[in-house]
């Protein structure tokens, strides 16, 4: 494994350039690295002149700082520790006991002097709560490092993507406010202080991206992220819808086509309870939707070589939009019997569409899909045209693609007969 890691870095090395990404795995599968030079601990106010004068004497500082952790909400705790290095030295300032001297505070306003720190912006506002000062000169790593390629923004991967090392974490949540630090809290503070400098340092040595290329890679990084979150929130949309169905409640939520009523189409409390809730009268057929090709014949006895050939053709292609078709089968089974025709033909439709697909697959079993509307009335094309009260009437209605107004498209509609022929009743 460790032959791996070595390659890893040589090749990461080689090609000159910075990933954008890094795994916590891999990261934590490398040598470890720490400040190894002299730490003073200031604690005592006749300590801190001596110690400015050492700092102001230095062109580049790496700047970090730790407060007592809360577990409580609501609650925060000043900064207690702001640990400032060279490549020599590092100075931990314990301002739980000297306070923030001015000097100290006169550094930080040094126009002459680079501070260099990660998620700086907030080690400045907590050290300002103790002493006010106009910061100059200050650099923030996190701008910085996408300057490189590099989209990870923690300390510790950025760390590991330049130097191929990892630096240890492991006292962050240890109490900065007691009396004593120990040798372990000192390293990890002096450590972080030193890395940031490390970093800066490593990167000016570096040839960054050019700023097209780097402006491209950060705006697909936060959509990226975006999609990422809008995943999270639809996966907790189902969960709940699913719950609702499951429960024999109805439901509103998108399709591959408009927005639909939908319950468990194998409950037949259920469907009753859509039926009224629609105002439509029973012994009219709604159609289904199913994930995937196999479910058809789960909900049908029949499913000729021309239907499949319609369905395969009917599959979208990757990053195309579905093509939704609905085939109605002679011969439905295994479903509420209220959803049938009165020749026994259920309508079926395999749904790409990301939200319904997944949430057929969570339910395992097919969902009713009839029109977002009471009966007689006009289909709405979006969601922003949903009746009110059908809105209020409903069990759950869900979050997913409430914002898209673009009219969706009617599903293609082709019957097939019981001797093997089939027509088309919507093309």
């Not at 002149?49 to 102001?56: F, H, I, T």
């Not at 006991?97 to 700086?120: E, T």
């Not at 019997?337 to 033909?345: C, L, N, T, V």
Request: glycine share 6%.
């Amino acid at each position: 494994m460790y032959d791996f890691i070595e390659f890893v870095i040589k090749l990461m090395d080689h090609i000159k350039q910075f990933v954008h990404h890094i795994s916590k795995e891999l990261v934590n599968l490398m040598p470890l690295a720490q400040f190894d030079g002299e730490t003073i601990i200031v604690d005592q106010p006749q300590q801190v002149d001596e110690a400015v004068k050492y700092l102001q004497a230095c062109s580049v500082l790496g700047i970090d700082t730790e407060a007592r952790p809360s577990f409580t909400r609501g609650i925060h705790y000043p900064t207690a520790l702001v640990q400032i290095a060279d490549e020599h030295r590092c100075y931990l300032f314990r301002l739980n006991k000297i306070g923030m001297p001015a000097s100290l505070a006169k550094l930080f306003s040094n126009r002459s002097i680079c501070k260099v720190g990660l998620a700086f912006k907030d080690d400045l506002n907590g050290l300002r709560r103790l002493h006010d000062f106009k910061p100059q000169n200050c650099v923030e790593l996190q701008s910085l490092v996408g300057r490189y390629g590099i989209l990870d923004l923690s300390l510790q991967k950025i760390f590991a993507i330049i130097f191929g090392k990892k630096i240890s974490k492991s006292q962050q949540l240890t109490n900065w406010e007691v009396d004593t630090l120990t040798p372990e809290q000192a390293r990890y503070a002096a450590t972080d202080a030193w890395a940031t400098l490390l970093i800066y340092e490593a990167l000016l040595d570096s040839e960054p991206l050019p700023k097209r290329e780097a402006e491209q890679l950060k705006s697909a990084e936060r959509e990226a992220q975006i999609q990422h979150q809008l995943d999270i929130n639809m996966h907790k949309d189902i969960d709940k819808a699913v719950e609702v169905l499951l429960s024999g409640g109805v439901i509103l939520y998108p399709t591959d086509t408009v927005w639909g009523l939908g319950c468990d189409a194998t409950n037949d409390q259920a469907v009753d309870k859509l039926f009224r809730l629609k105002q439509r009268e029973s012994g009219k057929a709604v159609l289904v939707l199913v994930d995937s090709i196999e479910r058809i014949l789960d909900y049908t006895q029949t499913l000729t070589e021309t239907a499949g050939q319609l369905l395969e053709a009917s599959k979208p292609e990757e990053g195309d939009a579905p093509k939704p078709l609905t085939i109605i089968y002679p011969d439905a089974r295994n479903v509420s019997k209220a959803i049938m025709a009165e020749d026994g033909s259920l309508g079926i439709r395999v749904t790409y569409e990301k939200f319904s697909s997944l949430l057929c697959r969570q339910l395992g079993k097919p969902v009713v899909s009839t029109s977002a509307n009471f009966a007689g009335r006009p289909t709405p094309k979006a969601f922003c045209e949903i009746d009110s009260k059908l809105l209020e009437a409903v069990d759950y209605v869900c979050h997913s693609r409430r914002g898209e107004n673009k009219p969706a498209k009617p599903s293609t509609i082709i019957k097939l007969e019981p001797n093997g022929t089939f027509k088309i009743l919507r093309p």
